[in-house]
């Protein structure tokens, strides 16, 4: 009677230890499943990612907002994550992608950040609402052209957190050099007697056109004036690269 007593107490606390242990935070979080992201490929086995780290979490890249790494810079066994060279999948996709996040824990959300090398070319406010899970962001690239790393950051909205998630992609399959915009060239002043690439006046924006910076052209009824001096191309339409053009 003692016995049974006491196998009928252990094997009721057995279901409550087997609850408890799932739910611990270390698994609890989120990260881009679609197009598979980096840590998505380690989960996948698509690569080696080292035998603990986002093999089995990859929603646990996670450290203080405001980085700059695919990891969260917490803990080490995600750091294979920031390896450029590693021969991660590249997804090609246009000028515009979706990306889509998968939740294992629904976080308050105080926003979303996606990044083209320090140019942040996204934002999706959270309203610190819970996500629903997934949840799927339409991304305007930015102009951004060839062979790129997306940065994706999805900032908590009750902790100092973020969760970080990098996608390699292949935008367009236009020229590999992406427009930037560190250029500063100023615009042709009046006095000089530059003959190439005078500013159009005020004419409709068309591909395949050489502009100047300063120049100034329609698209859509709207005008824009030229950021720094390029070759349009379709796919460039003043809306579409705010690197290029300014809406004026
Ligand atoms: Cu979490």
Redesign the pocket.
């Known amino acids: 009677m003692k016995l049974t007593r006491k196998a009928a107490l252990v094997t009721a606390a057995i279901p409550a230890l087997v609850l408890i242990t799932p739910v611990g ?1 270390a ?4 990260y881009v499943s679609s197009p598979a992201s980096r840590a998505a490929q380690c989960a996948a086995g698509v690569l080696d990612c080292g035998p603990t780290g986002p093999r089995y979490e990859p ?2 890249a ?1 450290g203080p907002k405001g980085q700059t790494t695919c990891s969260g810079g917490t803990r080490q066994d995600f750091e294979v994550l920031n390896d450029d060279n590693k021969g991660w999948k590249v997804t090609n996709v246009g000028s515009t992608m979706t990306v889509t996040w998968t ?3 629904r ?1 308050a959300t105080r926003d979303y950040e996606y990044f083209i090398g320090n140019t942040r070319v996204g934002f999706v406010a959270g309203n610190n609402q819970q996500p629903n899970n997934p949840t799927s962001h339409s991304i305007n690239l930015g102009g951004f052209t060839g062979r790129q790393k997306l940065r994706a950051v999805w900032n ?1 909205g009750d ?1 100092v ?1 973020a ?1 970080y998630s990098c996608i390699d992609i292949n935008i367009g399959g236009g020229p590999t050099n992406p427009p930037t915009t560190t250029t500063t060239t100023p615009p042709p002043t009046t006095t000089t007697t530059t003959t190439t690439n005078q500013p159009p006046v005020g004419g409709t924006w068309a591909p395949n056109t050489a502009y100047a910076t300063g120049a100034t052209v329609t698209y859509d009824g709207v005008s824009y004036r030229c950021r720094q001096a390029h070759t349009s191309l379709v796919g460039w339409e003043p809306p579409n690269v705010a690197a290029l053009w300014e809406r004026i």
């Open positions: 935070s698994s609890a979080h989120g929603q646990s996670e939740f294992t824990a976080h908590i902790t957190n969760f």
